[in-house]
C-alpha cells in the first residue's frame, strides 16, 4: 500500500506570494490532517478534515485555509507569505471515521514539504 | 485543554545502554496516548499508541512504554540503545477535549554515543 505522499517536496517563495500543497493520503483513509514544524515552535496542528468537510481548526491565521477533495487528496494554501511561514509541513493521514475510533486512529505521516520564504 | 510535556530536550546515551525519554500529559478525561520518531528530512513515524487496552504497549525497534495514570506519565524505555536510534522523538496526546486534533510534546532528541 503506497503511503502518504506529498507534492512538493521543497519550495521556495518570497513574500507575499501565495502558495499551495498537496497531499495524498493513504487509499481508503479519509481523514486528513496538517501540521507546521518549525524549530521554535515545534509541532502545531493547522486543521484537519474529513469527508471534504473541516473537522478542526487550530490556532492559525486566516492566510491559512485548505481543502478536501472527494478522493480524500488534500490542499492546503498559505497567502500573503511572511517570513515566519518558513517551516516543514506535515500531513497525516488516517481512517478517520466514527467518534470513539477517531481519537485512537493511528496518524500516518507523509515526508513533509519544506517552505522557505525568502 | 490537555497538554504534554516532554522532560529534556536532548538525551544523550551510549550505545547498549537503558534508554528514557519521559512524557508527562495533562487530561481532564482519559487520553489516547502515543510515541513518534522523526529522522532527518522526513516524516513522522508511528512507535507506539496506548489506547486503554494495557497499561504496558509494546512498540517497534524494541521500545516500549508505559501508562502510569497517577503519575499522569508515559515514558518511553527501549533497554538496550542502537545507533540507529538517534533521532528526535515526540509524545502526543488525542482526547475528547481536543477534538480530533493531535497535541504533540516539544520533542526529545536522542543522540546515541559509540
Known amino acids: 500500500k503506497a503511503g502518504v505522499t506529498q507534492t512538493p517536496r521543497y519550495l521556495i517563495k518570497t513574500r507575499g506570494q501565495q502558495v499551495t500543497l498537496s497531499c495524498s493520503p493513504i487509499?481508503?483513509?479519509?481523514?486528513v490532517s496538517w501540521y507546521q514544524q518549525t524549530p521554535g515552535q515545534g509541532l502545531q496542528f493547522l486543521f484537519e478534515?474529513?469527508?471534504?468537510?473541516?473537522?478542526n481548526k487550530g490556532n492559525f491565521p486566516g492566510r491559512f485555509s485548505g481543502r478536501q477533495f472527494s478522493n480524500s487528496r488534500s490542499e492546503m494554501n498559505v497567502s500573503t507569505l511572511e517570513l515566519g511561514d518558513s517551516a516543514l509541513y506535515l500531513c497525516?493521514?488516517?481512517?478517520?471515521?466514527?467518534?470513539?475510533?477517531?481519537?485512537?486512529?493511528?496518524?500516518?505521516f507523509g515526508p513533509g514539504t519544506r517552505l522557505t520564504v525568502l | 485543554a490537555q497538554s504534554v510535556t516532554q522532560l529534556g530536550s536532548h538525551v544523550s546515551v551510549s550505545e547498549g545502554a537503558l534508554v528514557l525519554l519521559r512524557c508527562n500529559y495533562s487530561?481532564?478525561?482519559?487520553?489516547?496516548l502515543f510515541w513518534y520518531v522523526q529522522y532527518p528530512n522526513q516524516g513522522l513515524q508511528l512507535l507506539l499508541k496506548?489506547?486503554?487496552?494495557?497499561?504496558l504497549v509494546k512498540g517497534i525497534n524494541g521500545f516500549e512504554a508505559e501508562f502510569k495514570k497517577s503519575e499522569t506519565s508515559f515514558h518511553l524505555t527501549k533497554p538496550s540503545a542502537h545507533m540507529s536510534d538517534a533521532a528526535e522523538y515526540f509524545c502526543?496526546?488525542?482526547?475528547?477535549?481536543?477534538?480530533?486534533?493531535?497535541?504533540f510534546g516539544a520533542g526529545t532528541r536522542l543522540f546515541v554515543k559509540a
Open positions: 478534515y474529513f469527508s471534504e468537510t473541516q473537522r
Open positions: 487530561s481532564s478525561v482519559p487520553p489516547y
Open positions: 502526543a496526546v488525542r482526547g475528547l477535549t481536543g477534538g480530533f486534533k493531535t497535541i
Open positions: 497525516a493521514s488516517s481512517l478517520g471515521g466514527l467518534a470513539g475510533g477517531v481519537l485512537y486512529n493511528e496518524q500516518f
Open positions: 487509499s481508503g483513509h479519509r481523514s
Open positions: 496506548y489506547t486503554s487496552a494495557a497499561t
